[in-house]
Nanobody, 125 residues
Framework: EVQLVESGGGLVQAGGSLRLSCAAS????????VGWFRQAPGKGREGVSC???????FVADSVKGRFTISRDHASNMVFLQMNALKPEDTAIYYC???????????????????WGQGTQVTVSS
C-alpha cells in the first residue's frame, strides 16, 4: 500500500522551531518530487516548499529564510525544518509526492498524486 505519513507537528511558541517528517511506505521517495503544503483554518491550501527527485529545492516567499526542506535517501524520508515560527504559520501541514516532476518541483497541488493525512502545527503568540 502506498502511503505518506507526516509527523513532528505540535504546539510551539512564536520564535520556536519544529521539524516535520514525511515518511513513505510502499514506494521509494527517491524517485519522486515531494512537496509540503499547509492549510490554515478558514483558508485554502498553500504550497510551502518542495524538493525534486534530484534534490533541487524551492521555498515559498512567505517562509523563505525560515523553512528548509531536505531529504534523507537512506530512510526514505523528507523533512521540513521550520525555524522562527510565527502565529501565521499555524496550519495543518501535508506532504505530497509525485513522479511527474523530473529535476525540478513546484508547489502547486494538482500534479501531486499521493498525500499524507497531515500534522497540526500551532504557533502561539
Amino acid at each position: 500500500e502506498v502511503q505518506l505519513v507526516e509527523s513532528g507537528g505540535g504546539l510551539v511558541q512564536a520564535g520556536g522551531s519544529l521539524r516535520l517528517s514525511c515518511a513513505a511506505s510502499g514506494f521509494t521517495l527517491d524517485d519522486y518530487a515531494v512537496g509540503w503544503f499547509r492549510q490554515a483554518p478558514g483558508k485554502g491550501r498553500e504550497g510551502v516548499s518542495c524538493i525534486s527527485d534530484t534534490d533541487n529545492t524551492f521555498v515559498a516567499d512567505s517562509v523563505k529564510g525560515r523553512f528548509t526542506i531536505s531529504r534523507d535517501h537512506a530512510s526514505n524520508m523528507v523533512f521540513l525544518q521550520m525555524n522562527a515560527l510565527k502565529p501565521e504559520d499555524t496550519a495543518i501541514y501535508y506532504c505530497a509526492a509525485d513522479s511527474q516532476f523530473t529535476n525540478y518541483c513546484a508547489i502547486i497541488e494538482e500534479p501531486y498524486a499521493y498525500w499524507g493525512q497531515g500534522t497540526q502545527v500551532t504557533v502561539s503568540s
